[in-house]
């Protein structure tokens, strides 16, 4: 993937150097695939790493059907999770924004296909030291991910005790001595029908502007840790 503006190139470059093993940390599940977004802004902090496990048939299927979403506001309206009321929006608003989703061809079925394409996801933050602001900056977007994740050195972890990252529910990803691996494990949870609306979104932005990576498959990525 391409550098990103404003980042440090010895963290682009661990980056770069954990991307092609990606497989061997985060199992897409049967018949998904992973995609991979870089420095997207989620709404709530900006990730070095979105990690989407996806049908790509599901995938393509609801890309042509031209139902898109303008805010994360609007994927909380659409959520039956989140009362009238609730969206953090003004009732006239809300109520506004509903009509027009409604009107574009969101309804109750479509609501529930669409949230179904996004099976897993991971946001991750890469860090080469100062691990706790790492960890305020995860906490930030950890709501809208199943799992989350810092990716950081070995030595980063020194000082850092696994019940801090516990206390977040956020994990660690370092390079071992033969892989990398989970050194401190993100417990997973599923994502509101809210954020997995917005998380298909935001795919479906960076598919359009050629943003996205998609790991291919390794004897190593066959044996994923899960």
Excluded: H
């Excluded at 070095?48 to 059907?65: K, T």
């Excluded at 006239?92 to 669409?114: C, F, I, P």
């Excluded at 960890?135 to 850092?160: E, Y």
């Excluded at 370092?174 to 989970?182: D, H, I, Y």
């Amino acid at each position: 993937m391409k550098r990103r503006v404003g980042v440090p190139i010895q963290e682009q470059e661990f980056v770069d150097a954990f991307l092609p093993e990606l497989g061997q940390v985060i199992a897409p599940g049967a018949g998904r695939k992973l995609f991979v977004l870089q420095d997207v802004d989620v709404s709530m902090g900006r990730p070095d790493l979105i990690v989407l496990g996806c049908s790509p048939s599901a995938l393509d299927w609801f890309s042509s059907q031209g139902l898109r979403l303008s805010s994360y506001a609007a994927a909380r309206v659409l959520d039956p999770a989140v009362p009238q009321g609730a969206s953090g929006l003004s009732e006239s608003y809300e109520r506004r924004l509903g009509l027009e989703l409604a009107q574009s061809g969101w309804n109750t079925k479509s609501v529930k296909r669409a949230s179904s394409i996004v099976a897993s996801s991971v946001g991750i933050e890469a860090k080469l030291r100062e691990i706790p602001r790492a960890l305020r900056q995860v906490a930030r977007f950890r709501s809208l991910f199943g799992r989350a994740a810092i990716l950081a050195p070995v030595r980063s972890n020194d000082a850092i005790g696994a019940s801090l990252f516990a206390s977040y529910n956020i994990g660690l990803i370092q390079p071992t001595s033969n892989a990398w691996a989970w050194t401190v494990p993100s417990v997973p949870r599923r994502e509101s029908v809210a954020s997995r609306l917005w998380l298909l979104e935001l795919l479906l932005r960076e598919q359009a502007r050629d943003g996205v990576y998609t790991p291919s498959r390794s004897r190593k990525a066959s044996i994923a840790l899960r």
